[in-house]
């Protein structure tokens, strides 16, 4: 048995920060892959690759493959479907059938759920402290979204309806999957996940794949399909998985209100598109809200790991 020390907090936060930098880009360069391949085509391409790279650099590294037994392989099912198929399907689905103002603001939904699933099941308690953070932070980004300007109609009802399964998908996944990260190697756990997401997604992409005729990859597709694999896909995916072994479920889900922000910052750098009085009031409000939350001593922590 083998007693391993956490990493330093700010580690652990500096990660889910880049986590969400990197989809903040990602969702800019996707837009680009997308006018080109159908969505879940796309996801099916992307998770295959990355697949593949993570498989070739587990073996390249020799890292070792946890015990072959059902205890490993049978849980990854849930957290595959959970984690890529059903969330990354309903959502691209979803926002087909839905306005982009519902899908901003229902994503919101994502910490939410996670936070009632990990206090339901007793995992993390909850202090005022806790719940001032997440009310504070999940205003921000419904101000920042325009949260007037959702509606919900008939003509939205089945992408908003999907896109509420995307929410309650991964924020089961976060939930769930927290323990299991922490006992098992994040490398072949992320890898195995997408080998069964490979083979989920590419089933429901069948359809776009007898159909589809090859573009012409220009130096601008390019460019964003691999940073959508290396960047959006495997520096997503891994960091959030080796986060989400060392902190709380309910903080790595908190951490996605500060996708808005950057987004912002991101259009700022590179348009000139100087943020709104509206935008740095509702950025203010999410960092004061992850503050809170993340400063909150009050729970119990888990200084040690052990790894048997």
């Keep these: 048995m083998n007693v391993t020390r956490m990493p330093p907090q700010a580690l652990v936060i500096a990660a889910l920060i880049l986590v969400q930098v990197l989809f903040g880009v990602n969702y800019v360069v996707s837009k680009e892959v997308v006018t080109h391949f159908p969505p879940l085509m796309w996801a099916s391409t992307r998770i295959i690759i990355s697949s ?6 587990a073996l390249l590294l020799k890292r070792p493959h946890p015990k072959w037994t059902r205890k490993f392989f049978v849980p990854l099912i849930g957290f595959a479907l959970l984690g890529t198929i059903i969330n990354q399907a309903s959502f691209l689905v979803g926002l087909k059938h839905t306005t982009a103002t519902n899908s901003a603001v229902l994503n919101t939904l994502i910490p939410v759920f996670t936070l009632l699933i990990v206090t339901v099941r007793g995992e ?21 979204r325009r949260v007037e300007e959702f509606s919900l109609g008939n003509t939205t009802f089945v992408g908003d309806l999907l896109m509420i399964v995307n ?142």
């Design 52 to 57: 593949l790279l993570l498989l070739g650099a």
């Design 124 to 144: 993390e308690s909850t202090t005022p402290r806790k719940v001032a953070g997440f009310l504070s932070a999940l205003v921000g980004v419904l101000f920042m």
């Design 167 to 308: 929410c309650l998908s991964f924020g089961f996944f976060l939930a769930l999957g927290k323990r299991f990260l922490e006992r098992n190697d994040r490398l072949w756990t992320t890898i195995w996940m997408f080998i069964y997401g490979s083979f989920g997604l590419t089933a429901l992409a069948i359809p776009d794949w007898s159909r589809f005729t090859f573009p012409a990859m220009t130096p601008l597709l390019a460019a964003c399909a691999v940073f959508a694999i290396v960047g959006g896909t495997l520096g997503t995916y891994g960091l959030q998985n080796w986060a989400l072994a060392y902190a709380r479920s309910s903080h790595v889900a908190l951490f996605i209100y500060i996708q808005p922000p950057i987004a912002s910052a991101l259009a700022w750098a590179w348009k000139g598109e100087a943020p709104t009085p509206r935008i740095v009031a509702a950025s203010l409000l999410i960092f004061a809200g992850i503050y809170l939350v993340v400063g909150d001593r009050s729970a119990s922590t888990a200084p040690v790991r052990i790894e048997s």
